[in-house]
């Protein structure tokens, strides 16, 4: 019966539409899929968070991850739970072709939004994000300026400079960018400029979700 049960939910999971979110580091992919999600009800599928709680919680395919990093079967394992019938939204997944090529296999992904943003934006973004280090709250030397009584006490974090930005966005345009064509030749692509406003920007992931509901 439990086998049954679960090759019931993976077959209404395959029904379901999955909506696939993907851009360069920095443009805003989390606060577009607080916005995905409130809007559609799917829940977010993070692999990175996926495999630190597998591995905290000490699960077979956790132990598995721990060693080899078994994305696939995490996700085919995550697609077995009763909020994920309707679809879920994947954040950072994909990240190259392969991957999209073994997702396709065990999800029905129907609409993937990219957000695009130019490079030298991306790193005017990271570069100039500063850390108070007694809340964690992030501003921003030009687009979120921290009141007076804490900007003395700010930091820039490690990873948030020019060089680092550099390289991760050069990874990005080699193994994640390419995706976006892999997509469009199946007619699933939507390309959203992310180059304004948070509030913009949300508006037209809204629109892109409602329009491919």
């Known amino acids: 019966l439990r086998v049954c049960l679960k090759t019931a939910r993976r077959l209404a999971c395959l029904m379901a539409g999955s909506i696939v979110l993907f851009g360069p580091p920095g443009a805003g992919k989390g606060t577009q899929a607080g916005r995905i999600v409130n809007l559609t009800g799917k829940p977010q599928v993070s692999t990175g968070d996926m495999l630190r ?12 991850a721990k060693e080899f990093m ?70 921003h030397v030009t687009f979120k300026p921290a009141p007076s009584e804490v900007e003395s006490r700010l930091i820039q974090r490690p990873d948030d400079n020019e060089e680092t930005v550099r390289a991760r966005l ?3 345009h080699a193994q994640t960018a390419p995706l976006a064509d892999w997509y469009a030749e199946r007619g699933l692509l939507i390309s959203i400029d ?11 992931v809204e629109d892109a979700v409602r329009n491919n509901a």
């Open 53 to 64: 709680s597998a591995v905290k919680a000490g699960s077979p395919m956790g132990m598995a």
């Open 70 to 139: 078994v994305i696939i079967g995490l996700i085919e394992e995550r697609l077995q739970g009763d909020d994920a019938d309707s679809g879920v939204l994947f954040d950072g997944f994909p990240r190259t072709i392969p991957q999209a090529e073994s997702l396709e296999r065990i999800a029905n992904v129907t609409s993937v939004i990219s957000i695009e943003v130019p490079d030298d934006a991306i790193v005017e973004r990271i570069v100039g994000r500063r850390m108070d280090p007694e809340t964690d709250e992030i501003y």
């Open 170 to 172: 050069e990874a990005y």
């Open 194 to 204: 992310g180059n304004s406003s948070i509030e913009e920007v949300g508006s037209s």
